[in-house]
């Protein structure tokens, strides 16, 4: 089991950058593939972007390719999210998911662990 921990959000400019950070706990962390998740008022989750254990494999969901980075620090038990180019649009509160991986990573689909989400807010 893991469980994880956000931060990194805030309230940014359009045009502006963030990066999202996400802690998890437990000694497998490398067993995990790991995701980002983001719910805007109103609307359902949905899928952001997502890492394999090792990091050789990200995928994105095209409202964010080529802004949105994904990386993750298995040293560190830890997963980030750098959003540059940053679009009202992109207001949500956004949230870390894990699950047990040997090899890449689902664009959605189900995810076991989930973090308690951290907002961002971008400004026009």
């Known amino acids: 089991q893991v469980q994880l921990v956000e931060s990194g959000g805030g309230l940014v400019q359009a045009g502006g950058s963030l990066r999202l950070s996400c802690a998890a706990s437990?000694?497998?962390?490398?067993?995990?593939?790991m995701g980002w998740f983001r719910q805007a008022p109103g609307k359902e989750r949905a899928f952001v972007t997502c890492?394999?254990?090792?990091?050789?494999?990200?995928n994105y969901a095209d409202s964010v390719k080529g802004r949105f980075t994904i990386s993750r620090d298995n040293a560190k038990n830890t997963v980030y999210l750098q959003m540059n180019s940053l679009k009202p649009e992109d207001t949500a509160v956004y949230y870390c998911?894990?699950?047990?991986?040997?090899?890449?990573?689902?664009?959605?689909?189900?995810?076991?662990?989930w973090g308690q989400g951290t907002q961002v807010t971008v400004s026009s």
């Open positions: 890492i394999s254990w090792n990091g050789g494999i990200t």
């Open positions: 998911a894990a699950y047990l991986a040997a090899y890449g990573c689902r664009v959605g689909g189900t995810y076991n662990y």
């Open positions: 437990g000694r497998t962390f490398t067993s995990y593939a």
